[in-house]
């Protein structure tokens, strides 16, 4: 999960959290839970249903904590990816032989889970991209 910072003292389960301790959501153990899953170790999406509709029972992970600002913050990332793809056409790199280099699939694996760096192509969609590009720079310190 996400690390949060907890805002003040709290009790969890008798436990005692204390102000600014950093919190990660362990999502493995509670999928891995016998008290809720017969086979946690098989591999079965049905586990979160019954009767056809999710099951209220199962744990939610994202549910433990909710940022007030999780809506906004969303909401940004959406408005930054469409803005991003709206202006851009993003393709493959291409090498010094003219041919396609294809992205690897190797991640990091850290707090969360990320690409590897790699080598792509990005340009402006149209030519009123291209002066909103240089005119932002021009005016950036």
Known sequence: GIPH?????????RY?????????????????????YAKPYRFNPDRF??????NADVPDPTSVVTCPGMHIGWDAV??????????FN???AINDNGRLIEPTKEYESTITYLPLPFKCTIKPRSKEVDIIIQ?????TC
């Open 90 to 92: 993003i393709t493959k």
């Open 16 to 36: 005692h959290i204390p102000k600014d301790l950093i919190i990660i959501t362990n999502v493995w153990t509670m999928f891995h839970d016998e008290k809720y």
């Open 49 to 54: 249903l019954k009767n056809g509709k999710i």
């Open 5 to 13: 910072a907890v805002s003040e003292d709290d009790v969890y389960c």
């Open 135 to 139: 005119t932002t720079v021009e005016h």
């Open 78 to 87: 959406w408005l930054t990816v469409a803005s991003v793809l709206s202006a």
